[in-house]
């Protein structure tokens, strides 16, 4: 008996076979060009065998329709879609009779882009109508694949629509509370002593009728000695009348023009930059690490993220930046203590948060921690800013911010030409009334595509002595040393990726400061597969000072004059060795140090991964080796490490996860939860996989599961992975869409259907088989099935004790007895159980 597990798998079975078909004409018609001794027919079917097409059952008149591509038939077709890389699922794609895809309503909303002002051709409807999107928008690039059923979409930014604020287009409401939490600790072993630092980044807060309240703090504790620090704390809310959010508390303003501060007081901004989340930005931060490692990384003086790293490279994505124009201080700490820094400007990521047109206004007092504030009271700081278009591929923007004794003005203009190179320029000018200086800061980013496969960034930015930020104003009055300031930034980008050479990238920063020290920052990499072989070489330096953005209160205002210089070359090497195990060596050298190691890691399943490895000091001819386990554990993330080497034993570990609070009860989360969010429930059915916008998560006793994050005003798809279901329990449907409004708390219920199916093995008074092809009849004389082969009776759905009559070809019948057991096994096909067939 077939056993559907989707609701669409019948669609798809649909699709499918149009699709073979297709692919057999497109096959024949390509077998058939240019075959010899054939005569090229004029005009229609020009280079195929018209009579072989005829013998075959094709209508030569597809020969023209296929002659230059293959391409879709005309008419309505279920597709994948994909836009600027991003799939969007199934929709229903329509093609003209040239194959070429009609821009319908309904794809341009599935799509979210803009519906264009001049339609091509009129429908018999208006949904039906075909819209001139491409005329409008001529940057744009259409790749359809018929083979695949799939149409995928390249289009420029400006063609995508901005978010749905009209109500009842999204979800609202929902209550909620939430906490997630990120503890990480070390525990080392030495000769010099016991050493341990244990940090835990916890949030904690609650979803109220679209009201977000959250609060964000670190603990850290550093060999006893302790101390809290307090990211942020606010109620935020998205009013659709201004298409704008409302932020009030301890925030960290977001103003595209001017540097982040950290205020207690409010802010109004357009949506957009925080518009699926701020630990959903581009932003990348990429090093190479010597040793098991901790990072943390600081932006406005505020620790925003801390994670541990394996030895070797790191890539740090999905950062929670706190705004788009303060630089990144990133610090590679290891299990020694020993510290090595490095900073990620502002202007190498401002397309990680793009500027959203509209006005951005903050108004509160600077927080004290940071701010030295012995001598005075903190200020009060008001800013705004507007951004608006300057046609389809240009924007401008301008904003004030003052305090009693300090003001700054500044301006934006960014523009796309040749519809790929990005062109951003910001000044700013300031006036610090106290000391008495005034000064310029300007910032020149751009970015492109070179050539197919490269692409490559620019950013250079300069400030005048004179110039301060409103954190730095009046400072020098107070005895703080502001030439540590940068001078001149300047950073580079290159990537490249070719079929031959592999892939290389490229990241270069360097800072000159006012008292002449100046730090170049380089990371190169090459990576290239060879024959199932993975082969990289990454390089790492640095030269010259790693200083404070701002004199350190802790020193009193004077900057850190450690230096640092040292460079780092790899090469590594890893080998698959079958399923999901692979096994790498590496060679290393910093400095005078020469490394060398080799590891074996495995992804279990989803829930296990482990490495294993040794390393060698081959200077000092000293050995260590170490391990890491991964463990997901349903409902959290765990990571345990062990690196044992001659002077030291080090222990690590990491545990990640949410819990939400709901009327349903209290459910975990492995992933931390976002400001939009949901709950699933597959029935009542335990451990089922679900597909979340942010990775798969299981459902818990109860049958619950926490959708951890969902993009507000956009179409979120939730999928229940069918083949991690009891096998006797059925889907009604296995996929859904939710449209979610920032805030909102969505419930989603999949209904189950629970089958039992039952094999007999009937045979008559006398231990005979019944015959096969007797009719079987339940209740009301209803026909229920027939028997097969020796005396085997299929019941594809039983739900208690029946009675059946089999009608036998001498005109007799019998009865059957069905006592099923009370118990039934969930992850059974079917169950099979003896039948006497009782003479009437």
């Known amino acids: 008996m077939k056993k559907i597990r989707h609701p669409s798998r019948a669609a798809k079975c649909a699709s499918s076979h149009g699709l073979q078909a297709h692919s057999r004409v497109l096959l024949g018609l390509a077998t058939l060009w240019g075959v010899p001794g054939t005569s090229a027919a004029v005009g229609l079917g020009e280079g195929f065998d018209l009579a072989a097409l005829t013998n075959l059952g094709i209508d030569p008149q597809v020969s023209e329709y296929f002659r230059s591509a293959a391409r879709f038939r005309e008419g309505v077709h279920v597709v994948g879609l994909r836009v600027n890389g991003t799939p969007l699922g199934l929709v229903d794609a329509r093609f003209d009779y040239q194959g070429q895809l009609c821009f319908t309503q309904a794809l341009l909303t599935k799509a979210g882009l803009v519906t264009p002002s001049r339609v091509l051709r009129e429908g018999i409807s208006p949904d039906q109508a075909c819209h001139d999107f491409v005329g409008e928008y001529p940057a744009t690039m259409v790749r359809l694949r018929p083979s695949s059923d799939e149409v995928t979409l390249v289009v420029p930014t400006q063609s995508l629509r901005a978010p749905e604020w009209e109500a009842g287009n999204f979800s609202q ?69 201004l298409q704008s959010t409302f932020q009030a508390g301890q925030i960290s303003s977001n103003n595209p023009i001017f540097g982040g501060v950290q205020l207690t007081g409010l802010q109004f901004f357009p949506d957009g930059q925080q518009r699926t989340g701020a630990g959903n930005s581009e932003v990348v931060v990429e090093g190479l690490a010597q040793s098991q490692s901790r990072v943390e990384v600081r932006q406005s003086g505020a620790l925003i993220h801390t994670t541990l790293v394996p030895e070797g490279p790191f890539r740090l994505t999905g950062l929670p930046l706190l705004n788009s124009t303060s630089d990144l201080d990133v610090s590679v700490i290891d299990v020694r203590g020993a510290k090595r820094s490095f900073v990620v400007p502002a202007a190498s990521f401002r397309g990680g948060a793009p500027i959203a047109p509209g006005y951005y206004f903050s108004l509160g007092k600077v927080r004290e921690t940071t701010i030295d504030t012995r001598d005075s009271e903190s200020p009060v700081v008001a800013m705004g800013s507007g951004t608006w278009g300057l046609g389809q591929h240009s924007s401008l923007g301008f ?433 099979t159980a003896p039948a006497v067939c009782h003479a009437r």
């Not at 835990?200 to 309240?213: D, H, S």
């Not at 060999?223 to 998205?238: F, H, L, M, P, S």
């Not at 730090?519 to 597969?529: G, I, Q, V």
């Not at 230096?563 to 780092?568: E, K, P, R, T, Y």
Request: glycine letters at 10%; charged letters at 20%; one cysteine or more.
């Open 173 to 241: 409401g929902g209550a909620a509370a939430i906490f997630n939490y990120d503890v990480l600790g070390f525990d080392t072993h030495s000769r010099s002593g016991p050493s341990r630092f244990v940090s835990a980044y916890t949030e904690a807060g609650f979803n109220l009728g679209n009201w977000i309240v959250r609060s964000r703090q670190f603990y850290v504790s550093d060999n006893g000695r302790t101390r809290t620090e307090q990211v942020d704390a606010y109620a935020q809310r998205d009013i659709a009348t």
């Open 399 to 831: 904003g004030l911010l003052g305090t009693d004794e300090y003001q700054s003005a500044g301006g934006t203009l960014s523009s796309v030409f040749f519809h790929q190179m990005t062109v951003g320029m910001r000044h700013n000018l300031s006036r610090d009334s106290q000391d008495g200086v005034g000064g310029a800061r300007s910032t020149l980013t751009v970015g492109s595509p070179l050539f197919a496969n490269v692409d490559f960034s620019l950013s250079a930015s300069t400030q005048s002595r004179g110039y301060r930020e409103v954190l730095e104003a009046g400072q020098a009055s107070r005895g703080y040393d502001l030439d540590a300031r940068f001078k001149r930034q300047y950073t580079a980008g290159l990537s490249w990726a070719d079929p031959l050479m592999g892939g290389f990238s490229l990241s270069f920063t360097r800072s000159s400061q006012f008292d002449g020290q100046s730090t170049d920052h380089l990371f190169a990499s090459w990576n290239k597969t060879l024959k199932g072989v993975d082969v990289a070489l990454i390089a790492d330096a640095q030269v010259g000072g790693a200083r404070p953005r701002r004199p350190d209160p802790a020193l009193g205002g004077r900057r850190d004059e450690r230096l640092d210089a040292d460079s780092s070359l790899r090469l590594q090497v890893t080998v698959p060795l079958g399923g999901n195990r692979r096994v790498s060596s590496y060679v290393s050298r910093r400095g005078d140090r020469l490394d060398a190691g080799t590891a074996l890691s495995e992804q279990v399943n989803d829930y296990v991964n482990y490495e294993v490895g040794v390393d060698r000091d081959v200077n000092e001819r000293e050995q260590s080796v170490r391990g890491r386990v991964d463990v997901l554990p349903l409902y959290t993330r765990v990571s345990l490490g062990v690196n044992r080497d001659p002077s030291a034993t080090n222990y690590s570990g990491q545990l990640q996860g949410g819990i939400v609070a709901h009327e349903h009860g209290v459910t975990f989360s492995p992933y931390a939860v976002q400001d939009t969010f949901g709950i699933v429930s597959v029935g009542d059915i335990g451990a089922a996989k679900v597909s979340t916008p942010q990775g798969p998560v299981w459902t818990d006793f109860s049958g619950q599961a926490v959708i951890p994050g969902l993009q507000a005003y956009g179409n979120n798809h939730v999928q229940v992975q069918t083949q991690s279901l009891p096998k006797r329990v059925d889907l009604k449907n296995g996929t859904k869409v939710l449209a979610a409004g920032r805030g909102s708390v969505n419930i989603l219920n999949f209904d189950v259907v629970k089958v039992r199916r039952l094999l007999l093995e009937a045979q008559d008074e006398q231990g005979r088989p019944l015959p096969q092809g007797a009719a079987v009849f339940g209740e009301d004389n209803n026909f229920v099935t027939s028997v097969v082969g020796e005396g085997m009776i299929f019941l594809s759905n039983i739900d208690g004790p029946q009675t059946l009559r089999v009608s036998l070809p001498d005109s007799a019948s019998c009865l059957l007895q069905v006592n099923p057991e009370q118990a039934p096994d969930d992850d059974q096909l079917f169950e």
